[in-house]
């Protein structure tokens, strides 16, 4: 089997087992689902399923969090050269956050602790796509500083993701009044100076 075919086999399997776990746990609720459904579900055995998820919580997430580091890097890499750096960042975190998670894997995200949890720790993911894609930007050979940037970045957008995402003291889900999207920017806007003193210092 070809390089290739191999990789795009477990990209599939990931796809599937991820799309399982979503689907199973707004079926029955996240805490009633096991791996083994998940593995059964998606066609594979439990050993397998070890292989791409530490968690259920992690299977589940993965559906509505998938590639998006990458995405985000990509995103960075395709805006305009003469936007601002701390522009640029923001405005390619924010595409990415727009529209997902969605109706009801959002009501199941923002109502499990669990859940809500594993979103937010996805954010760090972007660290070092990220890091690459700024000194790609920039032009700064300055590996240090730029992965430096890329894990406060990774933090803002977990903070921001974590209060979207956040429950009142009654238990009640609360139903954010600002998108996740404008947060996202929000909590960006305090990185600004760093940033554009990423781009100053590059050269």
């Given at each position: 089997?070809?390089?290739?075919?191999?990789?795009?086999?477990?990209?599939a399997t990931r796809e599937a087992l991820s799309a399982a776990a979503l689907r199973l746990a707004l079926e029955h609720g996240p805490d009633n689902v096991r791996v083994d459904d998940i593995a059964?579900?998606?066609?594979?055995?439990?050993?397998?399923?070890?292989?791409?998820?530490?968690?259920?919580?992690?299977?589940?997430?993965?559906?509505?969090?998938?590639?998006?580091?990458?995405?985000?890097?990509?995103?960075?890499?395709?805006?305009?050269?003469?936007?601002?750096?701390?522009?640029?960042?923001?405005?390619?975190?924010?595409?990415?956050?727009?529209?997902?998670?969605?109706?009801?894997?959002?009501?199941?995200?923002?109502?499990?602790?669990?859940?809500?949890?594993?979103?937010?720790?996805?954010?760090?993911?972007?660290?070092?796509?990220?890091?690459?894609?700024?000194?790609?930007?920039?032009?700064?050979?300055?590996?240090?500083?730029?992965?430096?940037?890329?894990?406060?970045?990774?933090?803002?957008?977990?903070?921001?993701?974590?209060?979207?995402?956040?429950?009142?003291?009654?238990?009640?889900?609360?139903?954010?009044?600002?998108?996740?999207?404008?947060?996202?920017?929000?909590?960006?806007?305090?990185?600004?100076?760093?940033?554009?003193?990423?781009?100053?210092?590059?050269?």
């Amino acid at each position: 089997m070809g390089d290739g075919l191999r990789e795009r086999k477990k990209i599939a399997t990931r796809e599937a087992l991820s799309a399982a776990a979503l689907r199973l746990a707004l079926e029955h609720g996240p805490d009633n689902v096991r791996v083994d459904d998940i593995a059964t579900a998606a066609g594979v055995s439990p050993r397998t399923y070890n292989n791409y998820f530490s968690s259920r919580e992690q299977a589940i997430v993965a559906a509505v969090a998938a590639d998006r580091a990458l995405r985000i890097a990509a995103a960075l890499r395709a805006r305009p050269d003469a936007e601002p750096l701390s522009e640029a960042v923001a405005e390619a975190m924010a595409e990415q956050y727009t529209a997902e998670p969605a109706g009801d894997a959002l009501a199941l995200i923002t109502t499990s602790a669990s859940l809500r949890k594993e979103f937010a720790n996805t954010v760090g993911s972007i660290e070092l796509p990220l890091a690459d894609a700024l000194a790609a930007r920039t032009g700064n050979d300055d590996r240090l500083a730029t992965a430096v940037l890329a894990a406060a970045i990774s933090a803002a957008a977990r903070i921001a993701v974590e209060r979207w995402a956040s429950r009142s003291e009654s238990g009640l889900v609360l139903v954010p009044a600002t998108p996740l999207a404008d947060l996202l920017r929000e909590a960006l806007s305090h990185l600004a100076p760093a940033m554009d003193a990423l781009t100053a210092r590059a050269g």
